[in-house]
Antibody, heavy 123, light 106 residues
Framework: EVQLLQSGGGLVQPGGSLRLSCAAS????????MTWVRQAPGKGLEWVSV????????YYADSVRGRFTVSRDNSKRTLYLQMNSLRVEDTALYYC????????????????WGQGTLVTVSS | EIVMTQSPATLSVSPGERTTLSCRAS??????LAWYQQRPGQAPRLLIY???NRATGIPARFSGSGSGTEFTFTISSLQSEDFAVYYC?????????FGGGTKVEI
């Protein structure tokens, strides 16, 4: 069974930093691109970042580019999101998710999703 | 950035009824569209990819259609567990974007 277990959320002051983790099991982690999506309280879904299977290509939403860094350790089967210069508007439930691989082509729809981890930015 | 617009924002339906949700893209995304279901307190779940392909284990009462800029998602006969928020998402180019969601309520 594919599982994504998230950790690392919490309360942080504006301007602070936090690192989220997403531990994967049940699939060949190193073969799949991975994604972060967030959801502000009571709001819809916002795509945050994607990292390629090898970790050599990354993509970001404009709202986080330059402040957030996505990375992965394929030997540990773990995805990370380093969040710096956090703002109040970054407060959200952050989800990691597995992208799709059909043959040798990578596709950016997401299945499954982790359980989510809450990040609260407040003074 | 491609803007995804879902309508209506809220849909009130009765169990057993057929319901259709709409998703419009501000530019053509071909068939690069997915639909997700999010029940209260749960993570989203993939239902449809490629505009019309059901994901593994998704019941046949869920279907999707469309291409280009106009897409629809249909639930043929609403079950109690289908009352949730539904999101569309394009994956045609960067940045990826989601629609604002349609809440299907009793």
């Amino acid at each position: 069974e594919v599982q994504l277990l998230q950790s690392g959320g919490g309360l942080v002051q504006p301007g602070g930093s936090l690192r989220l983790s997403c531990a994967a099991s049940g699939f060949t982690f190193s073969s799949y691109a991975m994604t972060w999506v967030r959801q502000a309280p009571g709001k819809g879904l916002e795509w945050v970042s994607v990292i390629s299977d090898a970790g050599d290509a990354t993509y970001y939403a404009d709202s986080v580019r330059g402040r957030f860094t996505v990375s992965r350790d394929n030997s540990k089967r773990t995805l990370y999101l380093q969040m710096n210069s956090l703002r109040v508007e970054d407060t959200a439930l952050y989800y990691c998710a597995k992208n799709q691989l059909l043959g040798t082509s990578h596709w950016h729809w997401f299945d499954p999703w982790g359980q989510g981890t809450l990040v609260t930015v407040s003074s | 950035e491609i803007v995804m617009t879902q309508s209506p924002a809220t849909l009130s339906v009765s169990p057993g009824e057929r319901t259709t949700l709409s998703c419009r893209a501000s530019q053509s995304v071909g068939s690069d569209l997915a639909w997700y279901q999010q029940r209260p307190g749960q993570a989203p779940r993939l239902l449809i990819y490629g505009a019309s392909n059901r994901a593994t284990g998704i019941p046949a009462r869920f279907s999707g259609s469309g291409s280009g800029t106009e897409f629809t998602f249909t639930i043929s006969s609403l079950q109690s567990e289908d009352f949730a928020v539904y999101y569309c998402q394009h994956y045609n180019r960067w940045p990826l974007t989601f629609g604002g969601g349609t809440k299907v309520e009793i």
